[in-house]
C-alpha cells in the first residue's frame, strides 16, 4: 500500500512538473514571439467592433456603443494626486511594489478557476488591466491570460510605474463611452480632472470595475454610493487619508451632470438592455464585441409614448405637484417589451434647480422609474385576490366592509391592552372612510376597497401571495414579516415593469412570460448567441386569471367609486384596468391589459414627497387614456374569455352571509327534502346567524369542514366581535335549528309517482309510413299537470288533459327501430317515464 502511495505521488509530482515545464515554455515561446502593441491603436479598435442595438424590425438604429466615443489624454501630472491614490486603493494596492503582476493574486485566481472549471477570477494588477483592456481581447482562456502576464511584464520593461498608471488612467472605460479620467471627469461633473475633489475621485475610481453597471447614469446609484465609501475606506487603511477627510468625503453631497443623449433613441429602454448585455456577455463583449442586438421595441409605438409621457407630464407637474412619469408597454402572449419610458423627458434638467440627482430631485430625468421599487398602493390587490381565489375563495364570497383592529394585541375598538404600543395596533380605512357592510370579493376588488382587501390577503396567507407574486415576476416582496398585512394597500415595493409583467399573466389566461427585451443576439462573425424562445409557464389555472379579469373589466363593479364615466371606462373595447395610489399620495399607479398588450403607468416625484391630494384615477387615467386609444389604431380587437361559473358546497365561499349551517325543503310542501324530491323543487335554507368568516372558514384549508373552535385563530375575536355587533343593530338575530322543518317530504314517495298504462299500440311492427296513435291511461293521487311524447330523442309535443294520445307517422326502412317515450307529470312534479319499442316490418 505505501509503495502505491509513493508510485502515485511521484507520478503526481511528475505530472505537476510536466504542466509548469508546458506552461513556462508557453511563455517563453509567447513572450519572444509577441511584440509591445501600440496603444494609440486602441480607439480606433473600438469604433469597428462597436455593438449595435436595433429595434425590433431591425432596420432602426437605436444605439451605437461607439458613436460618441467621448477620450482626451491629460498629462499624469495633471491628475489629482487624491484620483491616483484612490484608483491604487481600489484596484492594487501593491502597484509601486510588484513588477506589473502579483503572484499571490493569480495562484489564488488559478485555484479558484481550476476548482470552478472555467475562468472566472482575473487575479489582475493595475498593468494587467491595462494590458486587458486597451491591447487585449475579452476571450477568456489560459492563452490570453498568460498574454497578459507576458504583456505586462513587457509594459513594465518599458515604461515607468507613473507612465503605466498614467496610461491607465486614459484608457480604461468609465462607463457609456467615457475612457480615461478626462472624458469622466468632464461627462460626469461638468469639470477638469484636475478640479475633482476627493469625494469625485472616489466616486470615478469606482467605477471601472463594471463601468456599466457602476456609472452615474445607470441605476445602480446605491452600488456606486457603498463602493465610493469602500474606495474612500481602503483610502484611509492606506493613509492616502485622514479621518477627518474620510467623514467629510463621505459626506460629501456631490453634484452629477445630465447624461448628452448623442444618437440614443429610447435611451431608458437602451441602458437597461445594455445592463442585461453586460450582466451576460461582460463589459468587453459589449463594448469590444461588435454584437448585433435585434431588441423588442416597437419605435413607432415608443415615439408615440414619449410624447404623451412628456406633454402630461409638464401638465401634472403644475396642476397636481406630480414631477415625473414612466410607462411600459408589453406583450403578454410572449413577455416582450414594446415599450419603455424611464421618465418624462429624458435630456432634461433635473429639477427643481439646484437639486442634487439621485438625492433631492423630484424630477430625476435619467433615473429609470420603470425599473426602480416604489410603493404599488392598490395595483398590488389582484396579485393577492388571486391567490385568495386559487386557495377555494371565489368572487361571490362575501367579506364585512366594517371597522376591525387586525393586531390580535388590540381590542376590537383598536386600543392597546398595554402589551404593545398604541402605535402598533392596525385598524386601516377605506379611501373614502365609509364602511359599507357585506361586500363580495369582486365588488372589494372592482371598487379597491381597502379594509376588505387586508381580510382578502388573511385569508389567502401573507407567505402564499408573496410566493404568488415571486411566481409572477415580482422579486422585491422579500421579507413577510416586514411587511405584513398592508401587502395588499402597497406596504412593500414592486417595480413597474415586474408589475406590468405580473399583469402579463391574467392577460394570457394564468399562463407567466419573463420580461425580454431581446429578439436576437448574433456576434461581429454572426453567429447567433441567443434567440428568443417562448419559455412560458403556467401560474394559474385559466378560470382565475379569467375571474380576475372578469372583475376588473366590470365597469358597473367599480360604478360606486370611480363613477360610471370615469376615464377607467373605455368603450372602444374591453381593457382590464386596476389603479393604485398610496396612502400620502406619494405614487400614482395605472395597470392594464388586454388578451394583446399590457400598459402599466407610474407618476409621482423622484425624491419621494407626496404629489398632493388626488388619486391615481384623477392623475394617471387621462395619460394612460391617451396612449391606449393611439394603440387601438394599430392592435386589432381581442375579447377576452368569460369565466367559467363556480358553485363551491361552503355557503359561505360562494356568498352567503347570512349563516353557514344549511338544510334543503321541498318547496311545494315546505318540508324537509329527501332523496326523491325533485331536483328543480329542492330548496337549500340558510339557519340565520351572521359570523365572521372565520366562523366558517378556515384560512389553511378553505373548502374543509367549519371550524370547530374558530376561537384559536387570532383574528377570530376581533373580526367577530364588530360583525356581531354590526349584525344585531341591522336585526339579524340567530334563529338556531329550531326554524328546521320536523316532517319530510312525502308527497315525492315512490309509491306517489302516476300509474302509467300503454293503451296503444297493441303492435310491435307497423309496415313503412304508418300512421300511429300513441294513447295512454293514467291514474294519480295529484292531478296531472302534462305528458311530453318523444319519438327516440326528438320532442313531439305536450299534452296538458286527458285524453293523453299523440299521433305519429313512422318513416323508416324494414328492421328500422322507434322509441316511443313518454314522460308524465303531476302538479308536484312527481314523474313517470314510459316507452315501447315499434319495429319497421315489410309491406
Partial sequence: MLAKLRKNYKKIIAWGAGAVFLVFALFLIIY????LPDFSAFENRLIVESTKIYDRTGKVLLYDIHSDIKRTVVPFDSIPRNLKNATIAIEDADFYKHRGISFLSIVRAFLVDLLSGRLKQGGSTITQQLVKKALLTDERTFTRKIKEIVLAFKVEANYSKDEILGLYLNEIPYGYSNYGIEAASQNYFGKRAAELTLAESAYLAAIPKAPTYYSPFGNHMDALEARKNLVLERMKALEFISADEYEAAKNEIVSFQSRSLGGIKAPHFIFYLKDYLVEKYGEDAVETGGLQVISTLNWDWQQKAE???????????????????????????????LVMVGSRDYQ??????????????????????TVRSRQPGSSIKPVVYATAFNKGFTPNTVLFDLPTEFNPACSPDGVTYGRVSQLACYHPRNFDG??????????????????????????AGIEDSIDTAEKIGITTLKDPSRIGLSLVLGGGEVKLLELAGAYN???????????????????SSGKVLEK???????????????????????????????????????AERPVAVKTGTTNDFKDGWVLSYMPNLTVGIWMGNSD???????????????????FLKEMFKELPREDFKPPAPTYPPKPALRGEWKGGRVYKIDKISGKLATEFTPEELVEEKIIPEVHSILYWVDPRNPTAPSPINPGEDPQFRNWEAKVRSWAFAQGYYDAGE????????????PEMAPVVKIDEPLEDHYPPNTKISFVLSVESKFPIDQVDFFLDNKFLGSVKSSPYSYSVALYGLPGENFNLIANVYDQVRNKTSVSKTITISEN
Fill in 32 to 35: 519572444i514571439n509577441i511584440s
Fill in 307 to 337: 410624447k404623451l409621457v412628456q406633454e402630461f407630464g409638464e401638465t401634472n407637474q403644475i396642476n397636481y405637484n406630480a414631477w415625473n412619469e414612466g410607462l411600459v408597454a408589453l406583450d403578454p402572449k410572449t413577455g416582450q417589451v
Fill in 348 to 369: 432634461a434638467k433635473p429639477l427643481p434647480e439646484g437639486c442634487t440627482p439621485g438625492k433631492n430631485c423630484k424630477f430625476d430625468p435619467q433615473v429609470n422609474v
Fill in 434 to 459: 365609509r364602511f359599507r357592510g357585506p361586500v363580495t370579493m369582486k365588488s372589494a376588488l372592482a371598487q379597491s376597497l381597502n379594509l376588505p382587501s387586508v381580510k382578502t390577503l388573511y385569508l
Fill in 505 to 523: 399573466v391574467f392577460a394570457n389566461d394564468g399562463i407567466f412570460h419573463p420580461e425580454t427585451a431581446i429578439l436576437e443576439i448574433k456576434d
Fill in 532 to 570: 428568443y424562445e417562448d419559455r412560458g409557464r403556467r401560474v394559474f389555472d385559466p378560470n382565475i386569471a379569467r375571474q380576475i379579469t372578469d372583475i376588473l373589466t366590470d365597469n358597473n363593479a367599480r360604478a360606486p367609486i370611480f363613477g360610471s364615466n370615469s376615464p377607467l371606462n373605455i
Fill in 608 to 626: 419621494n414627497t407626496t404629489m398632493g391630494s388626488k388619486a391615481a384615477g384623477v392623475i394617471v387615467t387621462p395619460m394612460w387614456n391617451a
Fill in 738 to 749: 329550531g326554524i328546521i322543518p320536523s316532517e319530510t317530504d312525502n308527497s315525492h314517495l
